[in-house]
């Protein structure tokens, strides 16, 4: 037996020792490289701009299955955290991990698993406590909420009076200095009306769009008092914090604090509201708000999210999945956190054309077991439209009035969207065309907000303030007309900063050996090996900005806002050669400024001031050759003009005396 063993091993060491080096070096393979022959292997296209730059693979040929490109992209991308997502053809898209998307099997295992966690009404009304606490704590509301401004008087509008309904326009402060704008829809029937509060989804437009008014008229004809407020960072908001505060965690924090906060309002200062009747009702990013509505306040007595609801899709945004909500409980979803409003009537929409397309066999079942611990499995329902895609259409609406007819016995007969007034954007906006009317006391800046919300995040939150304030000022240089122009030319070049930014900071020059510098034989110096890190930043990142500059911006403007990047080198620098050069040549400053152009534009993907100087003067190097190989000497002309301004240095400092 030993014998046997010993010849075993033997024969093992002898065959490993033929691979010896690769076993040394777990078979590594660089990441890009892997994936360039993978396209080629299988004759598939891969699009990516996630960052493969000095990452290795181990193992590398050994993820690969001949049988399988999507088994291998698997093995091959997970040591990174990268996933797949097949598109139409031979592509596939490679994208960065998601923590709010996983896959459908995913979220059956997850409702199956939170299925086993209660049998019944009691070990679920425990669940369900605990996950309101837990919730409320990881979305840190309740800090920020002790820092609101406690009883605000809203700004309100004139009321306009329509066919069955009014609109007014309010503006809450919320935090010092920051306020919710929004517009409360009433019916003109007399008596006590329900309340149904409208957070806002993702849908373009916002909260002005036609289908939101036709909603918001519709429901008050009937009977309901509705209100329906911006985003965070969206339409008049923006106007204090910015457009791309919405991209950040705040969001999350500050709309539903928004949503508490016009609860408190309306039912405090209007005597026209039945407690009893109070419901919240959203599409998309407004149907996650609405959940996370129903979880923070007990005062909701129904609930209707609208194409949001799923087990496996917590919402993309930062304004739904910023904080981490869904980690309440050991591990939650939005579907479990909708069933915590068990046994009060909810109704679920969905459809075939987006995540929620598994509500019918998955979320659906699920909310009905947890309905019947209390016996109420007929006050969940659900509107399933396999025909139609992510939107708020005709049948989703209906699908919401016939609801809140049923549970707040709303009047079906003035059910009648015709009679419902568009009115334009401006006359539902509460700070004016230009936002005029904004109180003295407003904030200007996101910065100003995040003091309020984590001290921690505030050196990021920061940074991200000032990158798109000089996006916003590069912008409002060029003085454009068209503010839907400005804004995505503001988006594009914020973007862009950030990315840079991101780049930089997660790629220290330590990140590239010191190495020699081919030239010198010198060690490369840290702004070298830097700018090497730098440079393998992915092109698609210039690209975007290029091609979205490009898409609402002139070639002349888009010149200015490169110019901004780079403080003016071009004309600065031109202007130094114009005043070396004797008689610079129309073809000599055709080919200078020619240069110069293509270090502007290299130049605008570095971070530093340094950075963008050395890249400059590569470019400078390539004038200067060409003026020595076109009949000038750059070393002499340079001294004749150094020997010229010392000279009248001199005579001025002599004139003084
Ligand atoms: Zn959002």
Not at 182 to 188: A, D, H, L, V
Not at 189 to 199: R, T
Not at 533 to 541: E, G, H, L, N
Request: hydrophobic fraction near 35%.
């Amino acid at each position: 037996m030993k014998r046997i063993l010993s010849i075993a091993l033997l024969t093992a060491t002898l065959s490993a020792g033929a691979q010896t080096q690769r076993y040394e070096t777990h078979f590594v393979r660089p990441l890009g490289q892997v994936l360039t022959e993978i396209q080629h292997r299988f004759g598939i296209r891969l699009h990516y701009n996630i960052d493969t730059v000095g990452k290795q693979l181990a193992y590398a040929d050994f993820r690969i299955r001949p049988y399988s490109v999507e088994e291998s992209l698997t093995n091959v991308l997970a040591p990174f955290d990268y996933k797949f997502v097949k598109q139409p053809g031979n592509l596939y898209k490679l994208k960065a991990y998601e923590y709010p998307r996983r896959t459908d099997a995913d979220g059956k295992k997850l409702l199956a698993y939170l299925d086993g966690l209660y049998a019944g009404k009691q070990a679920f009304t425990a669940r369900a406590d605990s996950l309101r606490q837990q919730v409320r704590q990881l979305l840190g509301i309740n800090p920020v909420l002790a820092q609101c401004v406690k009883d605000a008087k809203p700004i309100l509008s004139k009321v306009r009076k329509h066919d069955g309904y009014t609109v007014q326009n309010f503006a809450l402060e919320t935090l010092p200095g920051l306020y919710t704008c929004g517009s409360i829809y009433t019916p003109t029937m007399k008596g006590k009306h329900a309340l149904i509060i409208c957070p806002n989804g993702h849908f373009g437009g916002g909260r002005y769009r036609e289908d939101q008014q036709q909603r918001m008229g519709t429901l008050a004809r009937m009977g309901a008092v509705c209100v329906d407020y911006d985003l965070f960072g969206w339409g008049e908001s923006a106007l204090q914090v910015g457009e791309a505060a919405h991209r950040s965690s705040a969001a999350h924090i500050i709309q539903a604090m928004d949503g508490l906060l016009i609860l408190n309002y309306m039912l405090s200062a209007r005597k026209d509201i039945d407690t009893t009747r109070i419901g919240v009702n959203g599409g998309s990013g407004g149907g996650t708000q609405t959940v996370l509505l129903s979880v923070l306040d007990p005062r909701y007595t129904a609930a209707a999210p609208v194409v949001s609801l799923s087990s496996h899709f917590d919402g993309g945004c930062p304004c739904e999945s910023g904080m981490p909500i869904q980690l309440a409980g050991s591990g939650t979803c939005n579907a479990e956190l909708a069933a915590c409003f068990a046994p009060r009537p909810q109704l679920i929409v969905s459809d075939g054309g987006d995540w929620t397309s598994t509500v019918p066999t998955l979320e659906f079942p699920y909310l009905q077991r947890v309905y019947g611990f209390f016996g109420a499995t007929d006050a969940v329902s659900n509107v399933h439209l396999p025909k139609e895609k992510h939107d708020f259409g005709p049948n989703k609406r209906n699908a919401v009035y016939d609801f809140f007819a049923r549970v707040f016995r709303l009047d079906r007969k003035m059910l009648d969207e015709s009679r419902v007034t568009i009115e334009p954007e401006t006359s539902l906006l509460s700070f004016g065309n230009k936002g005029e009317l904004m109180p003295k006391n407003a904030i200007r800046s996101f910065a100003q907000v995040a003091p309020f919300i984590d001290p921690k995040a505030y050196q990021q939150l920061k940074s991200d303030a000032s990158l798109e304030a000089k996006a916003k000022e590069w912008v409002a240089s060029l003085n454009l007309a068209d503010a839907k122009k400005a804004g995505f030319a503001t988006t594009a070049i914020y973007n862009h900063l950030r990315a840079v930014r991101d780049w930089h900071n997660s790629h220290p020059y330590t990140t590239i050996p010191a190495g020699i510098n081919l030239q010198t034989g010198k060690p490369l110096s840290q702004l070298e090996r830097q700018m090497i890190a730098d440079s393998a930043m992915p092109r698609t990142v210039h690209e975007k900005l290029m091609k979205e500059l490009r898409r609402v911006l002139t070639e002349e403007q888009v010149e200015q806002i490169l110019d901004k990047y780079t403080v003016g080198k071009v004309a600065f620098t031109l202007k130094g050669y114009q005043s070396i050069v004797p008689n610079m040549t129309e073809k000599e400053t055709e080919y200078v400024l020619s240069q110069l152009k293509l270090a502007r534009e290299q130049a605008i993907d570095y971070k530093s001031m340094k950075q963008i100087s050395a890249i400059f003067e590569i470019y400078k190097t390539n004038c200067e050759q060409y003026f020595n190989n076109h009949g000038r000497n750059w070393r002499q002309m340079f001294s004749d003009y150094v020997k010229k301004r010392n000279a009248e240095k001199k005579k001025a400092k002599e004139a003084k005396k």
